[in-house]
């Protein structure tokens, strides 16, 4: 006899297990419901930017505050910054603030105004007017606590987007943009790039084959090694590329002049150095931008880190690469360079050594024009060395020797006007 399934089905709907897991289930999803919106509500975090004036009362604006690479600029900028950042750490947005840069210090009157960038970390539901208020308020208290500079509270706090913020800290050399987050340092020695690490680095292709390095000093500006125009110096043969990658870079553009060091000596290396032209100006972005050329005077360490990137090969007498590498090392003295067991007297005072004792990590052929950089005490990347020559590559006690570009700050100036 037919029956219809209509019983068991119910029986099975009473079963206790059953309902016993759909209970469960359903209490396990409305907890993660909840927590979610918890954690959405009141724990994401989100990065919040703000530009503000500083008035300097008490400092006489002077022509060594033009560039971000004499001491002057370096001690008044890190001072503004850590009289801000004090500020802010003893107040109760202390774990909010996150950092403060100067991205320029221009002159008013007689005086010094300083353009800065600070950067919070708010929950997503704050709404970034009360924050502002709250921030302006923290300055306004501290107004007595600057020490021994006298500011003139900002007027304005402005609200800006993550994109302004980038535009402000980039048009500055050797700015990027991760320099107000405090993250540790990654590891770096042979290894790949990712995009916007070394915003400045170029490669120069002939006929559009990678030959070189070159380094980005200005919006039209390119510095390199003058050896790598000893095959050929026709700059309609040339172009350069943006981007860490050169099959796929971010843009290429043609050159308009070459100029190369007129005393460049290929049998002893001297005077390895040359700027190009770029035939339109470039636009900076986050990825494409200049680095911070040093002066003359400035004081390059022995035993300091620096970091060289490039394209070229990645063993002594092996092809180039696509994707753009860097590599860590440390800057070697010119006396210990010119030891019997290094380069016995061949480096000239125009250069200056960069490598590990043990060898290992080095430029290479390929990597040639392009930039050996530091960081100073403010993030900023400085340019101190073009890569030049060495002994094959990465040999224990033959360090890469790059063209010393503090001895050459003057030549730049007068063929750039940089
Ligand atoms: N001259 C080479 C070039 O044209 C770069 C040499 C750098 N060598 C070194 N071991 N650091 O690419």
Redesign the pocket.
């Known amino acids: 006899m037919y029956r219809p399934a209509r019983a068991s089905l119910n029986s099975r709907f009473l079963n206790p297990y059953v309902v016993f897991f759909a209970v469960v289930a359903g209490v396990v999803i409305l907890a993660v419901v909840i927590a979610l919106l918890i954690h959405f509500l009141a724990f994401d975090k989100k990065s919040y930017f703000y530009h503000s004036s500083f008035q300097i009362l008490n400092v006489n604006y002077s022509d060594n505050l033009n560039s971000p690479a004499t001491q002057q600029y370096r001690t008044l900028s890190e001072r503004i910054e850590s009289v801000i950042t004090t500020t802010f750490k003893e107040s109760d947005l202390k774990n909010q603030f996150i950092g403060v840069h100067v991205v320029k210090l221009r002159q008013s009157g007689s005086g010094v105004i300083a353009d800065t960038v600070m950067k919070f970390k708010f929950p997503r539901n704050n709404n970034g007017a009360s924050m502002k208020s709250r921030i302006e308020s923290v300055l306004r208290q501290m107004l007595n606590n600057f020490g021994n500079l006298e500011i003139n509270l900002p007027t304005e706090i402005t609200t800006i987007t993550d994109e302004d913020a980038i535009h402000l800290i980039t048009q500055e050399c050797g700015a990027r943009p991760d320099l107000m987050t405090l993250s540790a340092e990654r590891v770096i020695g042979g290894t790949n790039a990712e995009e916007g690490d070394w915003p400045w680095q170029v490669s120069l292709q002939l006929d559009n084959v990678h030959h070189?390095g070159g380094i980005l000093i200005g919006n039209t500006w390119i510095l390199t090694a003058a050896?790598?125009f000893r095959s050929n110096s026709d700059p309609s043969r040339w172009t350069v590329t943006f981007g860490v990658s050169t099959t796929f870079p971010q843009k290429t553009e043609r050159v308009s002049t070459i100029l190369i060091h007129k005393d460049y000596n290929s049998g002893t290396h001297e005077n390895d150095i040359a700027v190009m032209k770029l035939s339109r100006t470039i636009t900076f972005n986050k990825d494409i931008h200049m680095v911070c050329l040093p002066e003359a005077t400035q004081n390059i360490s022995p035993g300091s880190t620096a970091y060289v990137t490039g394209w070229?090969s990645q063993i002594n007498g092996g092809d180039t690469v696509t994707d753009l590498r860097q590599g860590r090392v440390y800057i070697i003295s010119n006396d210990v360079c010119n030891a019997q067991i290094s380069y016995d007297g061949a480096v000239l005072p125009g250069m200056l050594c960069a490598g590990l004792p043990e060898g290992g990590v080095?430029?290479?052929?390929?990597?040639?024009g392009g930039p050996l950089v530091q960081q100073d005490s403010r993030r900023l990347w400085f340019l101190v060395g073009i890569?030049?020559?060495?002994?094959?590559?990465?040999l224990a006690n033959?360090p890469?020797?790059y063209t010393r570009v503090t001895a050459y700050r003057e030549w730049i100036t007068q063929q750039t006007g940089i």
Request: aromatic fraction near 4%; charged fraction near 25%; glycine fraction near 18%.
């Open positions: 070189c050896h790598c070229g080095d430029a290479c052929r390929g990597d040639s890569v030049s020559w060495g002994d094959q590559c990465a033959k890469g020797v």
